[in-house]
Every structure is written in structure tokens, then in C-alpha cells.
């Protein structure tokens, strides 16, 4: 697994619990070290955990409004929490992230709801995070790594090294 995988792991299981204990933000930092240390001991790429999750805390109410708009048929509180919290943080890396191209954000959500939600999870997340990005392409609000495909490759690249290791 990626370090950047793990990074997203990490950080939606910490959103997930935040999410579970009522969004209580004075518990989050304690929530991600939990996590770092149950998930992975090791691991030494906090920074990019705490991006994420302090991200998609910091975006939430504009993320939501994404949510409520392109899943119309699914009221937040009827999603359930893996599923709200991956679209989350699918939704931060694909609007509010500038360094994550979108097809990266995309496919690494879809992933985790393949390995955390239920069965229609990735169909579901795939979907809603797809509309989100059209609606992107339609209003021009295209990231500028998303325009240099020399910046998609590398990214790529990046992440084949790191499973290779």
C-alpha cells in the first residue's frame, strides 16, 4: 500500500470517527493519532493526514452543499458515515486541493469505499464525484495540474514507486 493511500486511510477513518462522535473537534487530534498508531505504527507521513482531515473540517459546509447537490436522492444524514466521509474527502481533494489531480482524487475514493463501504459503495462514490468533476469542466474550474499532464504522469509515477517499495 502507498504511503499516500495509507495517508487517506488513516484520514477517513479519522473522519469517520470525528463524524460518529458529533463532529467534537477538541477529540480530533486524538482520533488521528489513534489511528496512526492502530493503522500503521510506523508510518511517518503525518502531515499529509492532517492536511486532509483539517481540509475537509476546514471545507465542510461548501463539501456538504457538493454532496447535497450531486446526491440529491441521498440526504447527508442518510448516507451512511463511510460513505459521507469518503465523499468528503474525495470532494476536498478534488475541489480544494490543488496539488491532487482529479482522476487521482477519484480513483483513490473509489478504492476506499471498495475496501470500506458497502457493496454498491464504489459505483456510488465513482458517481457522485464524477458529476462533481463534470460540473468542474463545464464552469472552467479545471486545476492547473489537471491541465499539465506532465504533472498527472508524475504523480502517477510517484505513487507506482512508492507500491513498489
Known sequence: MSNRHLSR???????????????KDEKLAEIIAFNRHEFAPKFDDDAFVEQLVRGVIDNRPQIDELLTQFAP?????????????????????????????????????????????????????????GAVYKDMVVKGEIKKVDLEPKAVVEEVKKQEEVNAE
Open 9 to 23: 486511510t488513516i484520514a477517513m477513518q479519522s473522519l469517520y470517527q470525528w463524524d460518529f462522535l458529533d463532529m
Open 73 to 129: 436522492d441521498w440526504p447527508l444524514e442518510m448516507l451512511t458515515l463511510i460513505d459521507r466521509n469518503i465523499l468528503r474527502l474525495g470532494v476536498y481533494e478534488l475541489k480544494f486541493s490543488d496539488a491532487i489531480p482529479a482522476k487521482v482524487a477519484i480513483n483513490e475514493a473509489i478504492e476506499l469505499a471498495k475496501g470500506f463501504g458497502g457493496q454498491s459503495s464504489g459505483r456510488f462514490v465513482n458517481g457522485v464525484l
